[in-house]
């Protein structure tokens, strides 16, 4: 048996409409509205009564399935699992954890760019047409090692000046301004490096480098920062912690 839960969703905000239905069901859970074992409407039946599409539900329930919140099964449908517990977390730069681990990371600024992005990026910064957004592209080394070439993309507002970039990491450059990132999406891969890449990262071209594409939102849901970075994958490797539900 399913129970709609009340959700309101406010259409003026930039708030994008899946995180806001995805809070409201957190909210639903933490309240007790809805308990483990208890199974959500399905998704045609959600996007007719909430008046969304099927694919912004479907990334609703994917934000959800991605905190361990809910699961989708085979023939029940999309399943609350546990309560979210609710604690402190902070995501951490590649400055502040290289810090943290004693390897005295510096950064080269290579490019620092003021300009009205593309529709492609103005779309994943979900910027209003002629705002002004900020490339950053910078080189990050530990114990005077080349280690990652990183690219960033941040609206013109919240982005730290250059010479700030040049002596400290970007989160907390923005963590000074009040800027809080809450949520981050990443997309982890593999790649051949260019001729540049190689150069600047001091590795033959063709070597292989790890890639990482992230899109991080504020506590209020929105697009605070994107960002391309390729580390060189002898030096660098991530780690995650995989639990079968």
């Not at 048996?1 to 839960?5: G, H, N, Q, S």
């Given at each position: 048996?399913?129970?709609?839960?009340a959700v309101e969703l406010d259409r003026s905000t930039p708030i994008p409409l899946?995180?806001?239905?995805?809070?409201?069901?957190?909210?639903?859970?933490?309240?007790?509205d809805l308990t483990p074992g208890d199974r959500l409407e399905n998704e045609?039946?959600?996007?007719?009564?909430?008046?969304?599409?099927?694919?912004?539900?479907?990334?609703?329930?994917?934000?959800?399935?991605?905190?361990?919140?809910?699961?989708?099964?085979?023939?029940?449908?999309?399943?609350?699992?546990?309560?979210?517990?609710?604690?402190?977390?902070?995501?951490?730069?590649?400055?502040?954890?290289?810090?943290?681990?004693?390897?005295?990371?510096?950064?080269?600024?290579?490019?620092?760019?003021?300009?009205?992005?593309?529709?492609?990026?103005?779309?994943?910064?979900?910027?209003?047409?002629?705002?002004?957004?900020?490339?950053?592209?910078?080189?990050?080394?530990?114990?005077?090692?080349?280690?990652?070439?990183?690219?960033?993309?941040?609206?013109?507002?919240?982005?730290?000046?250059?010479?700030?970039?040049?002596?400290?990491?970007?989160?907390?450059?923005?963590?000074?301004?009040?800027?809080?990132?809450?949520?981050?999406?990443?997309?982890?891969?593999?790649?051949?490096?260019?001729?540049?890449?190689?150069?600047?990262?001091?590795?033959?071209?063709?070597?292989?480098?790890?890639?990482?594409?992230?899109?991080?939102?504020?506590?209020?849901?929105?697009?605070?920062?994107?960002?391309?970075?390729?580390?060189?994958?002898?030096?660098?490797?991530?780690?995650?912690?995989?639990?079968?539900?």
């Open positions: 048996m399913t129970t709609p839960i899946y995180h806001q239905l995805a809070q409201a069901i957190e909210a639903a859970i933490v309240r007790g045609l039946d959600m996007a007719g009564r909430l008046k969304l599409s099927r694919p912004t539900i479907r990334q609703a329930i994917q934000e959800l399935v991605d905190k361990g919140v809910v699961v989708r099964k085979r023939g029940v449908g999309t399943q609350v699992v546990q309560s979210p517990v609710h604690r402190s977390v902070e995501l951490t730069s590649l400055y502040d954890d290289l810090s943290t681990a004693g390897m005295h990371p510096t950064t080269q600024l290579l490019e620092y760019r003021i300009s009205v992005p593309d529709d492609e990026l103005r779309t994943e910064l979900a910027m209003p047409v002629g705002a002004e957004a900020v490339t950053v592209k910078r080189l990050r080394c530990a114990g005077g090692e080349p280690l990652a070439l990183m690219v960033n993309h941040l609206p013109a507002e919240i982005c730290p000046p250059a010479g700030e970039l040049e002596n400290g990491g970007l989160y907390k450059g923005l963590r000074s301004r009040g800027v809080h990132i809450r949520l981050a999406r990443q997309r982890i891969g593999a790649k051949a490096a260019s001729e540049e890449e190689a150069a600047l990262l001091g590795d033959q071209a063709g070597a292989p480098l790890l890639t990482m594409q992230r899109t991080a939102f504020d506590d209020a849901g929105r697009v605070v920062e994107v960002g391309r970075h390729a580390y060189r994958a002898d030096r660098y490797f991530f780690e995650t912690t995989v639990v079968d539900r």
